[in-house]
Each structure stands twice: as C-alpha cells, then as structure tokens.
C-alpha cells in the first residue's frame, strides 16, 4: 500500500500562483511515477501533468503546458505541483496518484490523495 497525503490547495485571485504538495509512505516511492489530476465540478477528472519514477521525465495537458510544473524529491518521498499564471478555469478539486513503474495520462493510477481544492477568483 502507499499512503498519499495532500497539501497546499487554497484560494487564490487569478495570475497567481500555489504549490501543491503530495507525501507519499508506505512503499519505495522511487518505484513509482507521480501524476497529477483535476476535476472540477459536473465535468470529468482529468489529466494535468505527470513524472517518471526518477523525475527525468515529465508530461503536461496542453491547458496547462507553460504555467504548471511537476517535480519530486525522491528523498522526502514529495511531489509537488507548482502552478502559476492561474485562471478561474483551474479551479478543481486536484489529485495526486501514483502509477507502479510507468507514468500515464489516463487515471489508471494504483494509489490516490485525498483531494485538495483549489480556487481561483476572477
């Protein structure tokens, strides 16, 4: 089992920025790649970025490609997603996951946080 622990969601006027955390326990967390989720209210959960176990690699949607950064440090266990340039249509509940071995766009991760929401006012 991995535990995943979410922090950092928060309101926030637009153009601005938040880092989300995830902390994860359990099993190695180098054995697994990190992805990043969202879903915001009456729509689909959705892909906003991932990384690859070692964090050489890292993928983004293209509604967020430029303003958002994945990252992790394998030493605390921690991934982070740095987001700025935020609009209104970034608010959504978001997600942390972890994939054993391969990261993935679509939400087939085998662990998840419990979610943490963030706002963004206009």
């Known amino acids: 089992q991995v535990q995943l622990v979410q922090s950092g969601g928060d309101w926030v006027q637009a153009g601005g920025s938040l880092r989300l955390s995830c902390a994860a326990s359990g099993r190695t967390f180098s054995d697994y790649a990190m992805g990043w989720f969202r879903q915001a209210p009456g729509k689909e959960r959705e892909f906003v970025a991932a990384?690859?176990?070692?964090?050489?690699?890292?993928d983004y949607a293209d509604s967020v490609k430029g303003r958002i950064t994945i990252s992790r440090d394998n030493a605390k266990n921690t991934v982070y997603l740095q987001m700025n340039s935020l609009s209104p249509e970034d608010t959504a509940v978001y997600y942390c996951a972890a994939k054993y071995r391969s990261t993935s766009r679509a939400p087939q991760y085998d662990y998840w946080g419990q979610g943490t929401q963030v706002t963004v006012s206009s």
């Open positions: 990384i690859s176990r070692n964090g050489g690699g890292t």
